[in-house]
């Protein structure tokens, strides 16, 4: 975070002068005013005496950071925040990243300069350094993401866990060659995911495919382009496990429309448990998350923080999903547990 040392040095001007401005102060000059105003606001600084006025003030909003809104899993769970917020006299905005870096931080301005008081991130894509400065300005809760040693309350489900049974499954299902297909590689949600399918293959001594790993395979049509890819470049891939109904149910389509029995040839998993999952023929294989729980326990937390601005060790809340086993995986021959 910029201090007053880095806009005299970007200015060019004494760390007195800056101070003068700030505090508005006469003896400097307007063209040296505007130099100031000009670094400051290039690196985004905020005065003590604003920050501490800032903080004094409550907007009684909370800012919800997410990938997407048109992700089913993210409408449910900005629907169940939304809903426990209000009954605390909260509101909600939502901000869609779209996995960007920059705008990750564009709107972690809004807790800054106080546009909002505490903010939910339900995905991570800067490194936490660079994240985490923005905690002297307000409260950050992680919702869905989660990261190691991270200083701030994470509410979440084991996804690590929920990868390595869903691969599991399909191993037990008879599938000797499994794709792996990602939402993204920048979240370390994702890369937990694959962590867990790495275990199981490594534990049932298959190979892991490198090849068959796809990354930014998130809606309906990039599933059935990945269908597509495994048809003409790895006929051999017999299970899929893949990051969200979405990605399954566009698999599922496609491979039916070419002539691929599902799950006989092509055993397919999916997550999240969205609506339509259900309504695929055959129905899609999927893990379902806790999502009221988790959204309720995440807007309890952060009003907690803002209440009572606790100083206590950061909780960590860690909830189990279900794996719902459906026709697109479930083999009529499937090999004994």
Known sequence: MATIEDVAKLAGLSRTTVSRVINDQPYVTDEKKQRILQAMDELGYVPNSSARRLRSQRTDTIAVLLPRITNPFFGNLIESMEKKASQWGYQVIVCQTHDSKKKELDYLQLLKTKQVDGVVMTSLVNEWEV????????????????????????????????????????????????????GGTLTHLAMERLAGFKRALKERGLPFIEEAVMDWVIQVEDGRNAFRKIKEEFPLIDGVFTGSDEVAAGIVYEASHCGWAIPDDLAVVGFDNQMLSLLMAPAVTTVEQPITKMADRTIEVLIQQLLHSSSTTPRRYIYSHKLLVRNSSEKRHSIAK
Not at 138 to 163: F, S
């Open 131 to 182: 994240v985490e400065p923005y905690l002297e300005s307000g409260p950050i809760v992680l919702c869905n993401e989660y990261m190691e040693d991270t200083p701030v309350p994470m509410i979440h489900m084991d996804h690590r866990k929920a990868a390595y049974e869903s691969t599991l499954h399909l191993i037990d299902q008879g599938c000797t060659n499994l794709a792996y297909l990602s």
